[in-house]
Each structure stands twice: as structure tokens, then as C-alpha cells.
């Protein structure tokens, strides 16, 4: 992710003087991001559309990510396994695959760890069993391979210091305009 692509060069040659290395850096850009100018000492807030003529761009961060892209996709496999609508779950568990894959493409490295082989090295085995118990319409064994998949999330969650995000089993369904029982061609 880069940092600097929207901005104009000229306010990159005007960052120095300035703490070095990424971590001065970031909260350098923070600053300019959220169109706060240092000037004669004092913090003076500005619109940020005067500022740069245009406003930022919204980032997501780690946790809107985690909370957009995989929660729901976490919840609505687990729902579809619960009534044996393989199809559905096929499909939502690769939508799950992918959301991690881009997951960690847009944040490589999160408070320095490798996000990227993280995420590999924590959810590639268990999306594997689910998807195994998918392809052979066993409902016992997806019970099983997702809730050790629910217990990698928090797995990952104790390693990088989220130990109070817990994920379950979902019991009801959040999606009320959504239809998880098997179609019938
Ligand atoms: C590779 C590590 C990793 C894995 C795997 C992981 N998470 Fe996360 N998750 C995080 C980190 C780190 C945060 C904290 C992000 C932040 O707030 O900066 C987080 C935050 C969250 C949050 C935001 C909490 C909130 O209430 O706002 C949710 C929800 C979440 N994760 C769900 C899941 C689910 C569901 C799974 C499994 C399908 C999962 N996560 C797997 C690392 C991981």
C-alpha cells in the first residue's frame, strides 16, 4: 500500500524535518491525511478539501477490512453448511479465500508481521478441510473443519495482540434478505 500516491510531489520534498524510518513517517502522512498543518508550533485543523484540493481517500484499515470483507463471509459459510446447501458454501467459502488473499495483498505487513504469510500460514489447512467436507456433502465433517477454521480467527487473534476479538459459531443469521437453505433446480 502505498502512502504517497495521492498526493502531489511537491509536498513529499516538504516532509523533512521529520522523524526517520516508516513509523515517523506514517504518522507524518496521518498528519497531512487528515489536513492538520504544523505551523509556527501550533496544530492548526484544516479542511482537508482546501488543504488538497481534493479530500483523501477513505483507507480501510486492518479492522474495517476484517469486519467488511470476512465477517460476513465467515458467518454466511457457516450458516450455509449448517443447511447443507453445498452449493452456496462452495461458492461463499472461495469468496472467503479470496477476501483473505486481497486481505493480505492490501496490507502486507501489519505493526511489522508479515500479514501475507500469516494469513497463509494460519487459514490455508482449515479452508482446505472446509472445503474437502463441502465436495463430499459430509455435514459432520464441516462442522468440524469450520469450527477449527473459527478457531484459527482467533488464533490470529491472540498472536497479534486482538485476544479480545472472539469469533463462534454463528447461531442466527445477520442477513434477513438472504436465503441460505439449499435451491432446489
Ligand atoms: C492472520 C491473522 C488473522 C486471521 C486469520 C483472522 N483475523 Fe480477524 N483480525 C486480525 C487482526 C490483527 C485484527 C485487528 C485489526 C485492527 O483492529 O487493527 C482483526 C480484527 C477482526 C475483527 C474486527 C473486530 C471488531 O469487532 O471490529 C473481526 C470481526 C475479525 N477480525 C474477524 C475475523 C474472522 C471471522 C476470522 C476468521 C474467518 C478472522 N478474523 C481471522 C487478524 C486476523
Keep these: 500500500m502505498s502512502w504517497s500516491a495521492p498526493f502531489p510531489a511537491k509536498h513529499r520534498t516538504e516532509q523533512a524535518p521529520g522523524p526517520k524510518g516508516m513509523i515517523g513517517k ?7 491525511a487528515a489536513g492538520v498543518a504544523l505551523a509556527g508550533g501550533e496544530l492548526l485543523a ?8 481534493v479530500a483523501p481517500p477513505y483507507r480501510q484499515s486492518f ?3 476484517m469486519t467488511m470483507a470476512i465477517q460476513p463471509r465467515h458467518v454466511k459459510l457457516g450458516l450455509a453448511g449448517q ?3 453445498w452449493a452456496y458454501a462452495a461458492y461463499e467459502l472461495r469468496e472467503l479465500q479470496g477476501a483473505f488473499r486481497r486481505l493480505g495483498q492490501a496490507v502486507p505487513v501489519y505493526h511489522s508481521t508479515d500479514m501475507t504469510a500469516l494469513i497463509e500460514a494460519t487459514t490455508a489447512a482449515p479452508i482446505d478441510d472446509v472445503a474437502g467436507a463441502i465436495k ?3 455435514a459432520a465433517k464441516f462442522t468440524e473443519a469450520y469450527a477449527a477454521l473459527t478457531a484459527t480467527c482467533n488464533a490470529c487473534h491472540q498472536s497479534t495482540d486482538h485476544a479480545a476479538v472472539v469469533i ?4 442466527a443469521s445477520s442477513f434477513p434478505d438472504q436465503d441460505f437453505s439449499p435451491q432446489r433446480p
Design 26 to 32: 506514517h504518522i507524518l502522512w496521518a498528519l497531512v
Design 46 to 53: 484544516q479542511d482537508p478539501k482546501t488543504a488538497q484540493g
Design 63 to 65: 479492522g474495517d477490512l
Design 83 to 85: 443447511q447443507r446447501n
Design 136 to 138: 463430499s456433502a459430509d
Design 168 to 171: 463462534q459459531v454463528p447461531h
